[in-house]
């Protein structure tokens, strides 16, 4: 399990991510923030979830390379930009491509 945490305008957001089976939970200032279940036949693309806090715009990606995932944080001006609406979770093969 995979475990990546950021501090983010006095925000603490933590990401735990089975990286075999698939399951994540994101976690803000200790609430659960979303939840994501293992996927159909363990296969794990990677995903991305839209939130805000006190007004402002992040997005977790959880984007496979391969045999490794890598872990971001987007805030505000990063965050507005991608085409996920709010509470939305992608999980699409293609995200990594076309965004990363």
């Known amino acids: 399990m995979a475990y ?18 698939g399951r994540a939970k994101v976690i803000v200032d200790g609430q659960l923030e979303f939840t994501r279940p293992s996927p159909f036949f363990l296969q794990d693309f ?11 715009l992040y997005i977790v990606c959880v984007i496979c390379q391969l045999f490794k995932f890598q872990y971001k944080l987007l805030e505000n ?24």
């Open 4 to 21: 990546k945490k950021w501090n983010s305008n006095g925000h603490i957001i933590e990401l735990e991510h089975g990286w075999w089976s």
């Open 77 to 100: 001006d990063d965050a507005k930009t991608q085409l996920i609406p709010f509470g939305y979770t992608s999980n699409f093969q293609w995200f990594n491509r076309l965004y990363f």
């Open 46 to 56: 990677g995903f991305a979830h839209r939130f805000e806090i006190d007004g402002d």
